[in-house]
């Protein structure tokens, strides 16, 4: 599905004591099969932006066209569309209300008029898709299981619907650090296996980093960076500029080359982190060592 | 010196799960922490963090064993009521927390259930507005608020009822980065200025770099004590899937590669600095 963001611009409670801008004209396009992240501090639009991609929001001014067509209109091509854009916002257990794990995933598929073994093929699939076996939990009671697994009955939930775009918010919250990695790696290995679109927003950048390959920053309703992921989260100062903290690596780095070292910083993942440290502390090591040898000669 | 605040014996912990299994949370917890200290206590989740953090100020009454605050039975029927006001709880959602009109109101709440007169409330809320930084914001309703003004608000309305001790249950883990800044530090004042006893519930091991003890709870147990420059480079910690603070793992992957860090670097700063001084 092609994503095209025109001008839009949201106004929260307008011509009220409460008014509050959301989106100052954003204009993005999102590409099928695209994998994005959207981040920004709070109250900068990231939500607001996300419901309107999922077309559950009427814009102030501007739209969202998906595939051409604006998302909230009240239309049959309009609810087809939307019918392929799958929203989680966080902590999606809190809106799970069925009494059995199969139930509770197959609500969205019954909805979309399937028969039976539709879905409960999809409701399989959900299931092992996010990491559960569908033997053992099938038939269990959702409001039983622990955090982790809530969390990912209500993925399986939105993946039968087998959306063609995924918006999460913030996927992870809450959880440890074991069952985060975990969800991660099956949302990555969800989005290879179906070529779908993945939206992520959230405040990690850190776990950003591993899962998208174009990062939209936003502040104050508008977009301040939009590019490649590496130069979007590699540059520490625009993003304390908009409010965030840049990825650790990044900010290690930066302190080095504060204090003299000639050391990339836009690097992300942990192991080339290390690489560039240990590359210069190594070098710099040999320059001291020679500087000795001469001094001594 | 140091005065033993909470203390557990024995304590235990059983669920009962809606078709009647039993589910043991805690399974024999001897635990002492003392006035003033700065615990994390860190574990996977479902390792009983949360379950332990709720009998100290007697949400929950053990299955077995004994929990004593400031030297009461928290089990005593007659001890409840003094127990909660030694120790307050902040909990993940702020959201779930606000319950008033404008921010002061909120704070005043805790107070005006324990009968306070309306004088000396005011006093408190001033007080603890100030504490937390949020004095400017009195008048605002709080679901203006951002997340990390909206949970200062909490911990200012738990400060107000005066409790010895504040039980933080993952209080950072709805918030953004500025938000989690503003409530850790905030959290840290309340130990160092105040004097507080802090227990501060984390998924974040750069978080718990902070504490002075950090307690790590599986399977119902607290299986490693001690402080966090011991704690969090345990190799225990790599079984139980915590991983470590981001600069130790960093330093951890130098030092295999011939860099002379020593153990211990747990934030980015200390890190950078060690490197810098090679």
């Known amino acids: 599905m092609h994503i095209r963001v025109e001008s839009l611009t949201h106004i929260y409670a307008q011509g009220t004591p409460a008014e509050r801008v959301a989106l100052r004209g954003i204009t993005l396009e999102i590409g099928p099969g695209e994998r994005v992240g959207i981040s920004g501090p709070t109250g900068s639009g990231k939500s607001t932006l996300v419901q309107h991609i999922a077309g559950l929001l009427t814009p102030t001014s501007g739209q969202v066209l998906l595939d051409g067509v604006p998302a909230h209109a009240r239309t049959p091509e309009a609810r087809a569309r939307r019918h392929q854009v799958g929203l989680a916002f966080q902590f999606p257990e809190a809106q799970m209300f069925e009494l059995t794990v199969s139930r509770e995933v197959a609500f969205g598929p019954r909805h979309l008029g399937l028969n039976a073994d539709e879905i409960a093929g999809r409701v399989r699939w959900a299931l092992e898709m996010v990491g559960l076996d569908p033997e053992s939990f099938a038939e269990r009671v959702p409001f039983a299981l622990s955090g982790g697994e809530m969390r990912r009955v209500a993925l399986a939930g939105i993946l039968a619907l087998k959306p063609r775009v995924l918006i999460l918010d913030e996927p992870t919250a809450g959880l440890d650090p074991r069952g985060r990695a975990d969800i991660l790696a099956r949302l990555r290995a969800w989005q290879a296996e179906t070529g779908a679109t993945l939206i992520l927003v959230s405040h990690h950048l850190d776990e950003m980093a591993g899962m998208v390959d174009r990062v939209v920053l936003l502040a104050n309703g508008q977009v301040v960076a939009d590019g490649p992921t590496r130069s979007v989260l590699g540059d520490g100062y625009r993003l304390r500029a908009a409010g965030l903290s840049p990825p650790p690596g990044v900010a290690l780095l930066e302190a080095l080359r504060a204090a003299g070292w000639p050391v990339r910083t836009d690097v992300l993942d942990i192991e080339d982190v290390v690489s560039e440290i240990a590359r210069w502390f190594f070098n710099h090591k040999d320059t001291k060592t020679r500087s000795i040898i001469n001094r001594s000669f | ?278």
């Not at chain 2, 805690?26 to 635990?31: F, K, T, V």
């Not at chain 2, 009461?72 to 009521?81: A, G, I, N």
């Not at chain 2, 504490?211 to 119902?220: F, H, S």
Request: glycine share 10%.
């Open chain 2, 1 to 278: 010196m140091s005065i033993p605040f909470i203390q557990t014996r024995a304590l235990e912990h059983v669920y009962t799960a809606e078709d009647g299994r039993s589910i043991p949370a805690l399974r024999g917890i001897d635990l002492t922490v003392h006035r003033g200290e700065f615990v994390a206590l860190i574990g996977p989740n479902g390792s009983g963090k949360s379950t332990l953090a709720r009998h100290f100020n007697a949400l929950l009454l053990p299955t077995a064993g004994e929990v004593w605050v400031d030297g009461m039975l928290t089990s005593d029927p007659r001890h409840v009521q003094a127990v909660r006001q030694r120790v307050g709880m902040v909990f993940q959602n702020p959201d779930n927390q606000l319950v008033a009109g404008t921010v002061e109101e909120d704070v005043a709440f805790g107070p005006e259930n324990l009968g306070i007169p309306p004088t000396e409330i005011r006093r408190r809320v001033d007080e603890a507005l100030e504490v937390v930084g949020m004095t400017d914001y009195r008048r605002h309703p709080p679901h203006m608020l951002s997340g990390g003004q909206k949970q200062r608000v909490v911990i200012a309305g738990a400060l107000a009822t005066r409790p010895d001790c504040i039980v933080f249950d993952e209080p950072t883990s709805m918030l953004d980065a500025e938000g989690r800044r503003q409530v850790l530090q905030t959290v840290r004042r309340l130990n160092a200025e105040l004097g507080l006893t802090v227990i501060l519930i984390t998924q974040s091991m750069d978080e718990a770099a902070l504490a002075q003890r950090v307690l790590v709870m599986d399977g119902g147990r607290v299986v490693l004590d001690g402080p966090p420059e011991a704690v969090l480079e345990a190799e225990e910690l790599d079984g139980l899937g915590l991983g470590r603070p981001y600069a130790a793992e960093v330093a951890r992957r130098l030092r295999a590669q011939g860099v002379p860090l020593p153990r211990g670097l747990l934030t980015v700063e200390a890190l950078a600095a060690a490197l810098q001084n090679i």
